[in-house]
């Protein structure tokens, strides 16, 4: 039966997709801490909890799908259905689309804050995203940012009329 179980979780496309999806988020997490400097121990030990949290919650829904035949197909939109080409839809398939598309979120929330241009593609995931829950995560981290990238440029701009100001004096 593991045997059989390990093929399972070996040759699902959506869990898959979760694994690389988690090392992706992981990457980008790890360079937006390197270059805002906040690399903490704490934080990244809580993300690693979270993520390691996800994938053993899929092994166990891939034995609850194995012994139990479960289909969730009707919970997941058509647009998606279509998209993802599956007839059936078991637990595991169910949360790891759940969780695909939280760790989309995270990568480039973690993309645009590591100043990647992915602006656009951010607005139509999150616009898509929009159509289906009210919760996605961080939208107030990322405000934050532009907020202060926004004070930044206006205090730049300052030192420069400054400095521009105090050449002409001379």
């Known amino acids: 039966m593991l045997a059989k179980l390990i093929e399972l979780f070996m040759h699902n496309k959506i869990i898959q997709l979760v694994v690389a999806a988690v090392i992706f988020d992981t990457i980008f997490g790890v360079i937006r801490a390197a270059k805002e400097r906040k690399f903490n121990s704490c934080f990244g030990i809580d993300g690693a909890i979270r993520k390691i949290s996800m994938i053993v919650s899929l092994c166990g829904l891939l034995i609850v799908d194995y012994l139990v035949k479960i289909n969730l197909i009707g919970f997941v939109p058509e647009q998606i259905r279509m998209w993802i080409g599956v007839e059936t839809i078991g637990a595991a398939e169910f949360f790891g689309l759940l969780y695909i598309a939280y760790e989309i979120v ?38 934050d940012k532009l907020k202060e990238y926004t004070d930044n440029l206006q205090s730049e701009e300052i030192t420069l009329a400054d400095a521009v100001t105090a050449e002409k004096k001379m």
Not at 111 to 132: A, D, E, Q
């Open 106 to 143: 995270s990568i480039l929330k973690n993309m645009y804050l590591c100043g990647l241009p992915v602006k656009r593609v951010w607005s139509t995931v999150r616009k898509f995203l929009s159509n289906y829950t009210d919760e996605l995560p961080d939208s107030d981290e990322i405000q």
